[in-house]
């Protein structure tokens, strides 16, 4: 579907979808420089996951248009519905997929259902909402009721398949969102950043709500304020980062027990946070040695997993070695990268014993890795290994998670303690730009959709491997910062 021209009134499926995600998106995408907006490999992995499960659906590949729906084929895709909602708005729906049914339609004997692919196990108000836009209307399409559709997931284990009553209460719903949108796009300003500012991540208008964020100084640019703290702090009259920053902890601590302990014990953490932020400062919080594991340490390896969370397949473990000079100093340009494999889930036991011998040939270097996942995985593929109890915990003493250990011994002015953010606030550029964690599964998939025999000549893999080599050298490059201040 493209872009809604700038005049035009029409409200579609997409539009909707947008509004229940975030107010300011639909606003956004309807009144925005669309040249604002950022590519996410997200949208390019739903697509990939609803054609997956359409075609687990489905008996034959789905047909294109009115005339497949005239023949009455089992799946039609790239139909263009329109109708006219409450208030005479104007309405347009490209539903995914309709599925033939039992049923009357002006055609014949048979009806069409509408189909959604969802990515998580619970139906969402957004999915059951299109849903309801797509059956209202389908209904003068056919010339009949569309009393449910389907909401389908492919999964491990086979494909889930809930059937959605498109009932009145749905339909009220549908109705209240339709006017409350059009209300909304009415107004000339855009409706505020939203407080679950999660959500921000995956969305293409990230580039100019996060600028204007860091402008405004947002609650939610402070580290540790997510959509609930940053409701109470506005009920007590803070509103921007700076408010936060000039308020005293005590004071602040005192009101904030009131809705609940966890938020009165963060108090003076958030404060601080918010003046780092606010005024570029860096505070050490921990005079001891930072990183004494290394002080004597022949060499380091460095460990960063890339996962597929839907085949439940950590793909790849990436690992690089870096022997200690002659002099004491480490030079990471002469660092190995070593890629290891893992096609399918199944195959993981063969990955564990390749990552074993990496693991025993640099016996007693200290593994550095950003974050909980690495040292989480290694202990439950050894353990599934049957590896003994002291052989795991002597790996794991071996591992340091230098992402706690940054956050245990230094506040620093950035929103975000993730390694994208630190790292790039030392200075570290990732070599492929915009490249993450969506990027390298999109990858993934695309290469593992390539022929057996055509595969060494796709350039996917080579590009995960240098965004799991990057994402190791600048694990180093944090490392490295946090040696440097002893
Ligand atoms: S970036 Fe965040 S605030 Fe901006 S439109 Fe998207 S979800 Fe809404």
């Given at each position: 579907m493209g872009k809604i021209p700038l005049n035009t009134n029409v409200i579609s499926d997409r539009l909707l979808r947008s509004w229940l995600r975030c107010k300011r998106k639909a606003w956004l995408d309807r009144f925005g420089n669309s040249q604002e907006k950022l590519w996410n490999a997200h949208r390019a992995l739903e697509l990939d996951h609803q054609h997956k499960s359409f075609l687990d659906l489905l008996h034959s590949k789905p047909e294109k248009g009115l005339n497949a729906c005239i023949k009455g084929k089992e799946g039609i895709i790239g139909l263009r519905l329109k109708g006219f909602g409450p208030k005479g708005i104007k309405l347009e729906a490209h539903p995914h997929l309709l599925q033939k049914t039992e049923g009357q339609s002006k055609w014949g004997d048979f009806s069409y259902r509408p189909v959604i692919a969802k990515q998580g196990k619970r139906l969402t108000r957004e999915q059951k909402l299109n849903l309801c836009l797509n059956g209202f209307l389908l209904e003068p399409f056919l010339e009949n009721k569309v009393p449910y559709g389907l909401a389908i997931r492919?999964?491990?284990?086979?494909?889930?398949?809930?059937?959605?009553?498109?009932?009145?209460?749905?339909?009220?719903?549908?109705?209240?969102?339709?006017?409350?949108?059009?209300?909304?796009?009415?107004?000339?300003?855009?409706?505020?950043?939203?407080?679950?500012?999660?959500?921000?991540?995956?969305?293409?208008?990230?580039?100019?709500?996060n600028a204007e964020a860091a402008a405004i100084g947002h609650l939610s640019e402070v580290n540790g304020i997510g959509a609930r703290r940053r409701e109470i702090l506005q009920s007590l009259?803070?509103?921007?980062?700076?408010?936060?920053?000039?308020?005293?902890?005590?004071?602040?601590?005192?009101?904030?027990?009131?809705?609940?302990?966890?938020?009165?014990?963060?108090?003076?953490?958030?404060?601080?946070?918010?003046?780092?932020?606010?005024?570029g400062d860096i505070e050490r919080l921990n005079p001891d040695k930072i990183l004494p594991e290394i002080n004597f340490a022949k060499g380091i390896l460095i460990y960063d997993i890339e996962s597929d969370p839907d085949e439940r397949n950590d793909f790849l473990h990436g690992l690089m070695s870096l022997k200690r000079e002659e002099n004491g100093s480490w030079n990471i340009k002469k660092g190995r990268y070593?890629?290891?494999?893992?096609?399918?889930?199944?195959?993981?036991?063969?990955?564990?014993?390749?990552?074993?011998?990496?693991?025993?040939?640099?016996?007693?270097?200290?593994?550095?890795?950003?974050?909980?996942?690495?040292?989480?995985?290694?202990?439950?593929?050894?353990?599934?290994?049957?590896?003994?109890?002291?052989?795991?915990?002597?790996?794991?003493?071996?591992?340091?998670?230098?992402?706690?250990?940054?956050?245990?011994?230094?506040?620093?002015?950035?929103?975000?303690?993730?390694?994208?953010?630190?790292?790039?606030?030392?200075?570290?550029?990732?070599?492929?730009?915009?490249?993450?964690?969506?990027?390298?599964?999109?990858?993934?998939?695309?290469?593992?959709?390539?022929?057996?025999?055509?595969?060494?000549?796709?350039?996917?893999?080579?590009?995960?491997?240098?965004?799991?080599?990057?994402?190791?050298?600048?694990?180093?490059?944090?490392?490295?910062?946090?040696?440097?201040?002893?």
């Open positions: 492919k999964t491990n284990q086979g494909l889930e398949i809930e059937h959605v009553q498109l009932n009145k209460l749905l339909q009220n719903q549908l109705i209240n969102s339709l006017e409350n949108l059009s209300e909304e796009l009415k107004k000339t300003i855009p409706p505020p950043i939203t407080s679950d500012r999660k959500k921000c991540t995956l969305c293409s208008w990230r580039g100019v709500c009259g803070i509103n921007l980062l700076k408010d936060l920053a000039e308020t005293e902890p005590i004071d602040l601590a005192s009101k904030l027990h009131k809705f609940g302990e966890q938020h009165g014990e963060i108090a003076f953490e958030l404060v601080a946070q918010a003046k780092a932020q606010l005024n070593h890629p290891i494999l893992n096609l399918e889930k199944k195959d993981e036991s063969y990955t564990w014993k390749k990552l074993k011998m990496k693991l025993e040939k640099y016996q007693d270097w200290p593994i550095l890795h950003y974050g909980e996942t690495e040292i989480i995985t290694i202990s439950r593929m050894a353990k599934k290994n049957n590896l003994p109890e002291e052989d795991i915990s002597k790996i794991c003493n071996r591992m340091i998670d230098i992402h706690s250990r940054t956050r245990e011994y230094w506040r620093l002015p950035i929103n975000s303690y993730g390694l994208k953010s630190l790292a790039g606030w030392i200075g570290f550029k990732w070599h492929q730009a915009g490249a993450d964690g969506p990027n390298a599964l999109l990858w993934w998939r695309q290469w593992k959709q390539v022929k057996i025999e055509d595969r060494k000549k796709s350039t996917k893999l080579k590009s995960i491997f240098e965004y799991n080599k990057d994402d190791c050298l600048a694990t180093w490059a944090v490392t490295n910062w946090l040696m440097s201040k002893g």
